[in-house]
């Protein structure tokens, strides 16, 4: 019973790795804006390294879920 | 009605064949329903890719603009990341993009099935991927592509550098992997996960109008799931082209 009980706590705990994701996100998306309103002009440009930045740091957070899942699913 | 959002993910045989098709070494070989969904992924992209461009008008239709589009982009891509040299691997880039786009694309379908949400079906491409650098590296500079490990830094510093690099090199087909799997995963379990509180809602009784909220926020979230289908097929591609440049240049910039 207390190992279920703990599964459940670790994964709630593995979750948190998605405060990281977040502040990432939004610090891609804030610096993208705050360059691009300086420099309209060499915004479009850059969409491929904010796209690739959104990418790789919403995966991070992905990466937390999948410890949760292992926990819940493989253990 | 089953609520269990992971049971989307289950791999089973289908058409009712209950025993295996054949056994390697003692292990059961099924046709499942990720091996159809495989095969409907790759003949349909390439039947659309040949048959899209096979009369070659000079004003294109949409379905050839897409093929060419599709060409073009992925061109691009590899000539950005890797320049001139790198476009030979363009049939290798371009087919894992078409596949994991269209996987992405063919599991957004309702009642279908996700191949990238399963992490054998992504890691044997990444790892595909790493082999291909490897032996790209090896193939172009010899003994010398383990200059790759060793950065341009004073000796002393070059004994903590020097197993970050080979981590960061041998981790790359995990993260590569689990990336494209992680999210299809998590996308997918989201949209049941919200479906289970439509259903949950609509069978509620009195408060079974509430259940229109979740049912846009469904809406919404595929919108979503699309843009991250396609981004994560983009991700993974562009990723081969860096990862291709530094076998092909090690350290020096293109």
């Not at chain 1, 593995?14 to 309209?40: D, E, K, T």
């Not at chain 2, 000539?79 to 030979?88: F, N, P, Q, R, V």
């Not at chain 2, 590569?176 to 995963?185: H, Q, T």
Request: charged letters at 5%; glycine letters at 8%; proline letters at 5%.
């Amino acid at each position: 019973m207390e190992v279920a009980a703990a599964k459940m706590i670790g994964a709630g705990i593995a979750c948190i790795a998605l405060v990281g994701a977040g502040i990432g996100i939004g610090n891609v998306f804030g610096s993208y804006l705050s360059g691009a309103l300086r420099n309209p002009g060499a915004a479009a440009t850059q969409t491929t390294n904010l796209l690739l930045g959104f990418a790789l740091c919403e995966a991070t957070g992905l990466f937390g879920l999948v410890i949760a899942l292992l926990i819940l699913f493989a253990f | 009605m089953n609520l269990n959002p992971m049971e989307q993910f289950a791999v089973k045989p289908i058409f009712g064949m209950d025993k295996p098709l054949l056994s390697i070494a003692g292990h059961p070989i099924y046709f499942t329903n990720q091996a159809l969904l495989m095969g409907i992924v790759a003949v349909a992209s390439a039947l659309f890719l040949t048959f899209a461009v096979k009369p070659n008008r000079l004003v294109p239709t949409r379905g050839q603009s897409m093929a060419e589009m599709s060409y073009e982009f992925v061109a691009n891509m590899i000539h950005s990341a890797t320049g001139e040299d790198g476009l030979k691997f363009f049939p290798f880039v371009f087919t894992l993009f078409i596949f994991v786009l269209c996987s992405n694309f063919f599991g957004m379908v309702p009642g279908s099935f996700t191949v990238t949400s399963q992490i054998a079906v992504t890691f044997a491409l990444a790892s595909l991927v790493i082999l291909t650098v490897i032996v790209t590296g090896f193939a172009k500079h010899g003994i010398g592509f383990l200059k790759l490990f060793v950065p341009h830094a004073p000796w002393y510093l070059l004994i903590l550098l020097i197993p970050i690099e080979l981590i960061s090199f041998l981790t790359r087909p995990i993260s590569l992997s689990v990336r494209l799997f992680a999210n299809m995963l998590a996308g997918h379990t989201m949209l049941a996960v919200f479906g289970g509180f439509v259903v949950a809602l609509g069978t509620a009784g009195a408060l079974a109008p509430l259940a229109i909220a979740p049912m846009l926020l469904i809406v919404a979230i595929m919108l979503l799931e699309l843009l991250v289908a396609f981004l994560q097929a983009y991700v993974f591609a562009i990723l081969t082209c860096i990862y291709l440049n530094e076998a092909l240049h090690l350290h020096d910039h293109h």
